[in-house]
């Protein structure tokens, strides 16, 4: 089956600064990745997806990058904020979408 | 406003005892799941449905039952309560299952003694 992880679990950024979050994963055939964020006490919640036969695609400060060779996905997070500090998650989707596979996590934390 | 609610928010409880987590969406999404979330595991789907009366395993169901009787309800149902199931459980749902925006419940603590 599909396996997702995140290169590191916690990543410490000063404000002001652009974050990197880099995330791995196993099946080739995996259809969509997507990321999320998770603010404490609080559900996971959408921010961008991006489909397989992409290399990137922005949203608002955000940008994703999929390298299919290597199989990994990264988020960038232009002009990181204090609003940011959350924990993200990457997943991918299964063939026909019915499932998702989450990553342990990565933890940002935003120093003023 | 568009929301998926869950409750209890919190729970504690004894081995064995049966209990139902209830989760409810007001957007009219086709597609509900239940994901656990335990330390350095990230998300686990436990269950999801495709639409009403069609449900189907996810990664981890063993000690889980579901039922989708109505669009908008998609409950959680441990029949006999384990420790091992002790965990942080979230609801979610989206439009449809080509749908990759998915909405997430706030969470539901269960703690079994």
């Known amino acids: 089956g599909e396996s997702v992880g995140l290169h590191l679990p916690t990543l410490s950024v000063q404000e002001g600064d652009n974050s990197i979050i880099n995330c791995a994963y196993s099946?080739?055939?995996?259809?969509?990745f997507i990321w999320y964020k998770q603010e404490s006490g609080k559900g996971p919640q959408f921010i961008i997806d991006i489909r397989s036969n992409m290399d990137k695609r922005q949203g608002q400060r955000v940008t994703v990058l999929l390298n299919k060779t290597v199989k990994h996905l990264s988020l960038q997070i232009a002009a990181t904020q204090p609003g940011d500090s959350a924990v993200y998650f990457c997943?991918?989707?299964?063939?026909?979408?019915?499932?998702?596979?989450f990553g342990s996590g990565t933890r940002l934390q935003v120093q003023p | 406003e568009a929301q998926v609610t869950q409750n209890p928010r919190y729970l504690i409880t004894v081995t064995g005892k049966k209990l139902t987590v209830t989760c409810s969406q007001n957007m009219n999404h086709e597609y509900m799941s239940w994901y656990r979330q335990d330390p350095g595991l990230g998300l686990r789907q436990i269950y999801y449905?495709?639409?009403?009366?069609?449900?189907d395993k996810g990664d981890v169901p063993e000690g889980y039952k579901v039922s989708r009787k109505e669009k908008r309800n998609f409950p959680l149902i441990l029949e006999s309560p384990s420790p091992n199931q002790t965990s942080l459980y979230f609801c979610a749902s989206r439009l449809k299952l080509g749908s990759n925006e998915q909405f997430f419940g706030p969470g539901t603590r269960l703690t079994v003694l």
């Open positions: 449905s495709m639409n009403v009366e069609v449900t």
């Open positions: 099946n080739s055939a995996s259809d969509y």
């Open positions: 997943a991918a989707s299964d063939t026909g979408r019915r499932a998702l596979t």
